[in-house]
């Protein structure tokens, strides 16, 4: 069974940062597209990056200029570095792998395994 952890969460001041990690386990790791989405309270999940086997990486307008989404394939690890972080950046953040069917998939239907999900608050 395919497993997804985030962890890299937390508290932090408006300007700072953050790197959010994603563990996968289960299954080849190089197969899957990555992405990261992002759910604050009374809204709906929402696109924030997503990044393809070999390194191809698609961004949120909101978050193109200050995140950054990568992956260590040899160590099945995806990661979201967050700059610049703004009050409106607070959310749960999730991490999500796509076996094979869709390219660069934004939508969340366009996923098959997310993980638990991990708070980030941005403080003004």
């Known amino acids: 069974q395919v497993q997804l952890v985030e962890s890299g969460g937390g508290l932090v001041q408006a300007g700072g940062s953050l790197r959010l990690s994603c563990a996968v386990s289960g299954r080849t790791f190089s197969s899957l597209f990555m992405g990261w989405f992002r759910q604050a309270p009374g809204k709906e999940r929402e696109f924030v990056a997503v990044i393809s086997r070999s390194g191809i990486t698609k961004y949120a307008d909101s978050v193109k200029a200050r995140f950054t989404i990568s992956r260590d394939n040899a160590r099945n690890t995806a990661y979201l570095q967050m700059d610049s972080l703004k009050p409106e950046d607070t959310a749960v953040y999730y991490c999500?792998?796509?076996?094979?069917?869709?390219?660069?998939?934004?939508?969340?239907?366009?996923?098959?395994?997310w993980g638990q999900g991990t708070q980030v608050t941005v403080s003004s």
């Open positions: 999500a792998g796509e076996a094979g069917l869709y390219t660069f998939p934004t939508n969340p239907d366009g996923y098959d395994y």
